[in-house]
């Protein structure tokens, strides 16, 4: 059930660009990504919610392909700030009947100065 | 505005020992609450989740248990603590609803010695 991330870990310079994909093998209704800082929660940055769904904020965005089972999260003209491990979560039907999200592994991103 | 409250922020036991770990949030009503487990350098393995008082939903059975006593209020619990039980444990909420983002507290950093 876990969406597989891709790729593992990402390093980068301030100001290149890099994009992150989380694919299910399962019919994918919604995906939420988060920003994890280094001992610090996760952070919400977005969801999507429909195939050919595409969101950003600042230099961040995401699309959604409903079809192809995946979403891409893009870095535009990274900043270090942008540096922790992105998460992708997929909703899948818990055994209560109840929806939970369940996340992929993570991908460890790094931009340097 | 709503708030999670997680606590304590780390703690230190030994094999065999008892663990509580708690979790409140404020500002909200039915929420849905989470327990996450995240090994060191891992990804974010859901441990339980509930939708009301007293109906928790497992998805990793092992030694821990969870509940939920108040409407606002998430227990995760263990009779014996394993040596593999060390990890950030993170609770979460979200709204009702098959796409609400999670909102995490500020985890707690486990380590069984």
């Known amino acids: 059930q876990q969406p597989v991330q891709s790729p593992q870990a990402v390093i980068l310079r301030e100001g290149e660009d890099a994009v992150i994909n989380c694919s299910s093998s399962?019919?994918?209704?919604?995906v939420h990504w988060y920003r994890q800082k280094h001992g610090e929660a996760p952070v919400f940055l977005m969801i999507?919610?429909?195939?050919?769904e595409q969101k950003g904020h600042d230099k961040i965005s995401a699309s959604f392909n409903e079809k192809k089972q995946q979403s891409s999260l893009y870095l535009t003209a990274s900043q270090l700030s942008y540096s922790g491990t992105y998460f992708c979560g997929t909703v899948f039907r818990g055994s209560g009947g109840y929806n939970k999200l369940i996340f992929g592994a993570g991908t460890r991103l790094a931009v340097h100065p | 505005s709503q708030t999670i409250h997680q606590w304590p922020a780390t703690l230190v036991q030994p094999v065999g020992s008892p663990l509580s770990l708690e979790c409140t949030v404020e500002g909200t009503s039915n929420p849905n609450l989470y327990w996450y487990r995240q090994a060191a350098g891992r990804g974010l393995q859901l441990l339980f989740y509930s939708v009301g008082i007293g109906q928790i939903s497992s998805e990793v059975p092992q030694n821990l248990s969870a509940s939920r006593p108040q409407d606002r209020q998430f227990i995760l619990s263990s009779k014996k603590l394993l040596l593999s039980d060390s990890g950030f444990y993170l609770c979460?909420?979200?709204?009702?609803?098959?796409?609400?983002?999670?909102?995490f507290g500020n985890g707690t950093r486990l380590t069984v010695t």
């Open positions: 979460a909420w979200g709204t009702r609803g098959n796409n609400s983002p999670l909102h």
């Open positions: 999507l919610l429909k195939g050919g």
């Open positions: 399962k019919a994918l209704y919604s």
